[in-house]
Antibody, heavy 112, light 112 residues
Framework: QVQLQQSGAELAKPGSSVKISCKAS????????ISWIKQTTGQGLEYIGY????????NYNEKFKGKATLTVDKSSSTAFMQLSSLTPDDSAVYYC?????WGQGTLVTVSS | DVVLTQTPPTLSATIGQSVSISCRSS???????????LHWLLQRPGQSPQLLIY???RLESGVPNRFSGSGSGTDFTLKISGVEAEDLGVYYC?????????FGAGTKLELK
């Protein structure tokens, strides 16, 4: 069955970076784009962007340009999202999604 | 960015009751290709969002047919015909017609 398995929770310091992974299984990885979504209690769900898993092409929400970098490793059917220059406002649950399937979410906590 | 306004923010229902959730868009969601990229998600407590309805009215595989979607342009509705206990959670509309994709703030369905 289709699964998107995300990496575990991250505790990071302000100014640092984290890289979250999303390993796909149960389908042809390059047949579907992977999107990334941020969820916070205050802001709800926010769309970060998507990556074309075949070409590696990306499309970002302007709000997250410079904050998020999306990449993909076709050999391992894994998508990645790196978040840089972290601030407490980046604390959230981050999801990868194939529209019809979502990962379990990765909690990122930014604290000194 | 397109703003999706969901009402009501909270919905109290008894088992078996029929309920509706409204999602109004600040812009028409009719794409130039003729599709309307308005979808509905359900996030149960402690879980990732799951796709219920896509392209306004198409039922995702495995979703009970007590769920239905309707609407066009800027006004959309999700109806649950006979609420069951497993339907409790937060419902979100999401649009994919205009970049960046955006989400409604959610409607929490509770038991009365």
């Amino acid at each position: 069955q289709v699964q998107l398995q995300q990496s575990g929770a991250e505790l990071a310091k302000p100014g640092s970076s984290v890289k979250i992974s999303c390993k796909a299984s149960g389908y042809t990885f390059t047949s579907y784009y992977i999107s990334w979504i941020k969820q916070t209690t205050g802001q709800g769900l926010e769309y970060i962007g998507y990556i074309n898993t075949g070409s590696g092409g990306t499309n970002y929400n302007e709000k997250f340009k410079g904050k998020a970098t999306l990449t993909v490793d076709k050999s391992s059917s894994t998508a990645f999202m790196q978040l840089s220059s972290l601030t407490p406002d980046d604390s959230a649950v981050y999801y990868c999604a194939r529209v019809d399937y979502w990962g379990q979410g990765t909690l990122v906590t930014v604290s000194s | 960015d397109v703003v999706l306004t969901q009402t009501p923010p909270t919905l109290s229902a008894t088992i078996g009751q029929s309920v509706s959730i409204s999602c109004r868009s600040s812009q028409s969601l009719l794409h130039s290709n003729g599709n309307t990229y308005l979808h509905w998600l359900l996030q149960r407590p402690g879980q990732s969002p799951q796709l219920l309805i896509y392209l306004v009215s198409r039922l995702e595989s495995g979703v009970p047919n007590r769920f239905s979607g309707s609407g066009s342009g800027t006004d959309f509705t999700l109806k649950i015909s006979g609420v069951e206990a497993e339907d409790l959670g937060v419902y979100y509309c999401v649009q994919g017609t205009h970049a960046p994709y955006t989400f409604g703030a959610g409607t929490k369905l509770e038991l009365k």
